[in-house]
């Protein structure tokens, strides 16, 4: 296995511009049009996702093991999982019934969501790009501009990371959309979820977890 060294960054705690960059999108709506194969992608499933009485989504699924993983913990849902990486999707393992795979731009897909009025009963956020560099500060979910969509997605929100800075700034993030009420710690990952959580975990990285009832958001 090939061993990972943990996201190197310059900053010493959260970014001194992260408040006043998450405030400033909590109040606008992103309004960049939404990419054609995304719309497209989505327009494919939508009846399906319609009729879903239980929504899970994996969101930056990679090659879909995490997703079959989840699909099997939760038969009764119709579980979802989106990759902008159609190399990545190609090599997805035997899936259940259950599951989805949807090559899309995640921010684009979460907005379509949000529009055709649909909710996730639980949405996984598994080891997303961290862009520890300061200067990438907007490209991480909490301060990119579709984080209030991402947000009104509503559920149940697990967050997973070997980058601590991310995720505290992931909780600062909601509490700033009014929720308070997010939960952050440290875990070992007994049974590894996805293939990044199996390289960090034998890399020795320490991982952290969040999560969150969106519902719970005042």
Same mark, same amino acid.
């Given at each position: ?23 400033? =999108?909590l109040d606008s709506r ?43 913990? =939760? ?6 999982? +989106? ?27 979460w907005r379509l969501l ?27 979910? =909490? ?38 009420d997010a939960k952050v ?7 590894? +979820? ?25």
């Amino acid at each position: 296995m090939h061993f990972s060294s943990l996201p190197s960054t310059s900053q010493t705690g959260l970014h001194p511009r992260l408040d006043e960059v998450v405030r400033r =999108h909590l109040d606008s709506r992103w309004r960049q049009p939404i990419r054609a194969h995304t719309r497209q992608a989505f327009e494919v499933i939508r009846d399906r996702l319609e009729r879903a009485e239980r929504l899970v989504l994996d969101s930056g699924c990679g090659t879909g093991e995490s997703t079959a993983g989840l699909a099997r913990r =939760h038969p009764d849902a119709l579980v979802v999982g +989106i990759d902008q990486s159609a190399a990545r999707l190609v090599r997805a393992p035997e899936l259940p019934d259950n599951v989805v795979l949807v090559r899309a731009e995640l921010a684009d897909f979460w907005r379509l969501l949000v529009g055709a009025g649909l909710k996730s009963t639980l949405h996984y956020l598994l080891y997303p790009n961290p862009w520890p560099k300061p200067d990438h500060l907007k490209r991480r979910w =909490h301060a990119h501009p579709v984080f209030p969509d991402l947000l009104e997605l509503g559920g149940q929100l697990e967050l997973r990371s070997n980058f601590e800075l991310y995720v505290r700034e992931f909780e600062r993030g909601l509490n700033l959309a009014g929720n308070v009420d997010a939960k952050v710690v440290s875990f070992s990952a007994g049974e590894p +979820i996805s293939p990044f959580e199996r390289k960090y975990s034998a890399s020795g990285h320490r991982l952290w977890k969040l999560t969150v009832n969106l519902e719970a958001q005042t």
